[in-house]
Nanobody, 123 residues
Framework: QVQLVESGGGLVQAGGSLRLSCAAS????????MGWFRQAPGKEREFVAG????????YYADSVKGRFTISRDNAKNTVSLQMNTLKPEDTAMYYC????????????????WGRGTQVTVSS
């Protein structure tokens, strides 16, 4: 069974930066699609960024393009999300997710989820 452990959430001011990390175990990491999702109170969980298995291609929601960067380190079984120029609308619970396939960017495409880490951006 896959386990995901997240870290790096916190409270920052608008314009600041934060780096989230996710450690994965229990399956072949390099072949799995990995992603970050977020959910604010009263909102649906939305895709933020993803990185495909095998090829390592990256994908981003339009709202974070140019500000966020996802990366993976297959040797360490980790995936990170560097968040720059943070805005108050980025405030949400951020979740790390893993799939049993090389590519997916939808919530239902992911099979395993972390417990989430809170990111709060003050104005």
């Amino acid at each position: 069974q896959v386990q995901l452990v997240e870290s790096g959430g916190g409270l920052v001011q608008a314009g600041g930066s934060l780096r989230l990390s996710c450690a994965a175990s229990g399956r072949t990491f390099s072949a799995s699609a990995m992603g970050w999702f977020r959910q604010a109170p009263g909102k649906e969980r939305e895709f933020v960024a993803g990185v495909s298995g095998i090829t390592g291609n990256t994908y981003y929601a339009d709202s974070v393009k140019g500000r966020f960067t996802i990366s993976r380190d297959n040797a360490k079984n980790t995936v990170s999300l560097q968040m720059n120029t943070l805005k108050p609308e980025d405030t949400a619970m951020y979740y790390c997710a893993a799939a049993d396939r090389p590519y997916t960017i939808v919530v239902t495409g992911y099979n395993y989820w972390g417990r989430g880490t809170q990111v709060t951006v003050s104005s």
